[in-house]
């Protein structure tokens, strides 16, 4: 039901910065968490962070935590990340997901996922 559109990615110098968005086609007050995960060539999809809808409670992997922070805003519909201090291993395509709780395994984020947003960080 819900639809999830990334962007805001691109290229960037380490130590540089980004912001993703994931702006939802519908209202997500029913929705649980939303999520970041991503995935480099050669590697499975790895969770980055995840905040809860209602009370924007976060959660971040020990990789970004400190670099990353997850936000929304509800009028927008729409999740952020912002990454500052961007490391070459940070490299992949970033994908945003919906969730009815926040799992660490990518599969259990059945509700909705996008289509995924590069993100390059050259050294």
């Known amino acids: 039901q819900v639809q999830l559109v990334e962007s805001g990615g691109g290229l960037v110098q380490a130590g540089g910065s980004l912001r993703l968005s994931c702006a939802a086609s519908?209202?997500?007050?029913?929705?649980?968490?939303m999520g970041w995960f991503r995935q480099a060539p050669g590697k499975g999809r790895e969770f980055v962070a995840a905040?809860?809808?209602?009370?924007?409670?976060?959660r971040y992997s020990d990789s970004v935590k400190g670099r990353f922070t997850i936000s929304r805003d509800h009028a927008k519909n729409t999740v952020y990340l912002q990454m500052n201090s961007l490391k070459p291993e940070d490299t992949a395509v970033y994908y945003c997901?919906?969730?009815?709780?926040?799992?660490?395994?990518?599969?259990?984020?059945?509700?909705?996922w996008g289509q995924g947003t590069q993100v390059t960080v050259s050294s």
């Open positions: 905040i809860i809808w209602s009370t924007g409670s976060t």
């Open positions: 997901a919906a969730g009815d709780s926040v799992y660490d395994i990518p599969g259990l984020w059945n509700r909705a």
């Open positions: 519908a209202h997500t007050l029913s929705t649980y968490a």
